[in-house]
């Protein structure tokens, strides 16, 4: 079964600054998706980006973009400028066949002023 | 356009005791699913629905949850008998086919004493 793993439990940054939060995973299919999402207190998951695996650039949505080693199976995530409102737990998670998405076990941001 | 609705958002009760949890997709997505979410970690699923067919319930404890998903649109979770281990938030999500994203709602956080 695919797995994806999230090495890093919690980060923080300074208001403003730039964060880099991790996540690899484990397939052997050549066709997939690729997710983040965030998840604030509030407990509403929301999706961050999104990349598809045949595609060899990296996605970029605003202040977040991806750094995607399809060869390395690592997914990435930067949040530039980062800002209070992006405090939440943030999850990688993997698209396989048959639509299953299957979740890391999710990373703590803390951003501080 | 409004998005994935979960009722109720909190749930008391008693082991032993059954319990339903209700979800209304976004209007259009004809994949439904439900994930469990236990605490510090990523969701799980339990079951994806394709219209009204469950098409995975793999994951579906099935000697005491059951689901429906009525006209292909409302599905509804039950839990009989619920034990403590059911602790837990129960999240909806619906997309619109296969390799798009999933929207999830708010969740149900169920607390079973």
Redesign the interface.
């Known amino acids: 079964a695919q797995t ?1 793993t999230q090495s890093q439990p919690e980060m923080s940054v300074q208001e403003a600054e730039t964060v880099t939060l991790s996540c690899t995973y484990d397939t052997s299919e050549n066709n997939y ?1 690729l ?1 983040w ?1 965030k998840q604030p207190p ?6 961050v980006i ?1 990349q598809e695996a045949y595609k060899q650039q990296n996605a970029t949505e605003n202040r977040f973009s991806v750094n995607f080693q399809k060869a390395a199976k690592s997914f990435s995530l930067k949040i530039s400028d980062s800002q209070l409102g992006d405090t939440a737990m943030y ?1 990688c ?1 993997y ?1 396989e066949y ?4 299957v ?4 990373t703590i941001l803390r951003v501080k002023s | 356009e409004a998005g994935v609705v979960q009722s109720p958002r909190y749930k008391i009760i008693e082991k032993k005791q059954p319990v339903a949890f209700w979800c209304n997709p976004i209007s259009g997505h004809n994949t439904l699913y439900w994930y469990l979410q236990n605490l510090g970690q990523g969701p799980e699923l339990l079951i994806r629905y394709e219209n009204e067919e469950a098409v995975d319930d793999s994951q579906l404890p099935k000697d005491r949850f059951s689901a429906e998903r009525l006209k292909g649109v409302d599905s509804t979770l039950k839990i009989q008998p619920a034990e403590l281990g059911d602790s837990a938030v129960y999240l909806c999500a619906s997309s619109l086919g296969t390799g798009n994203e999933q929207y999830f709602g708010p969740g149900t956080r169920l607390t079973v004493t």
Request: no cysteine.
């Open positions: 994806v998706y997710f999402y509030s407990r509403q998951m929301i999706l999104r999850f998670a698209l048959g639509n299953k998405l979740f890391g076990a999710g």
